[in-house]
């Protein structure tokens, strides 16, 4: 049995701020990054809500690194920088060119920068996109997504198969070790894999399950294990 090799914070940190660097979306010196026992703390300020999404990401592709605590600050370069109303349009014109989002199931609601998403949609996967969508315009402080997913009438045994048969697809190796249990249309996942990568596609295909209107994630990452 191979021994379990993981990799000191020190290491995870100058990788971290390697892959920030390389990733042409951050300023080279607008991230600062501290790490404590493979969770990463970032620290900064950026320019747009889009710019402080892309360093999480970012971080998250590096091996070894457990969670993100993002605690980067947005502050909106210019001045005086766009209104809530050009905002607000700019949100309706985003939603209305996304192919994977209802946009005529969606409203917008802006104040101060801050844009909150309302509305019902078909899979948690359509209220995902919509959040993605906005969060990468420009003038945007944060997203609050209040979307909610329709409820469906479903059979519990089917979305456990639908899951089930995703995860062998996406990840095979891991999905034996991944429990599933589904609960008023939550579906709650526990187990562990070894990256956060993985971890991101085992969740983000719940998203595609019918009736599905909420992901409870409880997935350990254990790196190398």
């Not at 370069?77 to 209305?96: F, H, M, N, Q, Y």
Request: charged share 30%; net charge neutral.
């Amino acid at each position: 049995m191979l021994e379990t090799i993981r990799k000191s914070d020190l290491t995870i940190q100058q990788d971290v701020m390697r892959e920030l660097r390389w990733d042409t979306r951050i300023g080279p010196t607008e991230v600062g990054v501290e790490v404590d026992k493979g969770v990463v703390t970032l620290t900064g300020t950026v320019e747009n809500f889009a710019k402080k999404h892309a360093a999480t990401e970012a971080a998250h592709r590096v091996a070894g690194v457990l969670d993100v605590a993002n605690d980067i600050k947005v502050h909106l370069a210019g001045s005086p920088g766009k209104t809530d109303t050009e905002i607000a349009r700019a949100v309706r014109s985003a939603l209305e060119w996304d192919a994977f989002v209802p946009d005529q199931r969606i409203r917008s609601n802006v104040s101060d920068g801050w844009v909150t998403l309302e509305g019902e949609v078909e899979f948690l996967r359509e209220r995902e996109d919509a959040g993605r969508v906005v969060r990468r315009l420009g003038g945007v402080k944060g997203v609050w997504n209040q979307i909610t997913v329709k409820p469906k009438k479903v059979d519990p045994k089917a979305i456990r198969k639908l899951i089930e048969d995703a995860l062998e697809r996406r990840a095979e190796r891991e999905a034996e070790q991944i429990g599933v249990t589904i609960q008023d249309e939550t579906v709650t996942l526990s187990g562990k894999v070894n990256s956060w990568l993985e971890k991101d596609a085992i969740v983000g295909v719940i998203g595609h399950a019918p009736g599905v209107r909420m992901v409870n994630d409880k997935l350990r990452i254990e790196p190398w294990a």
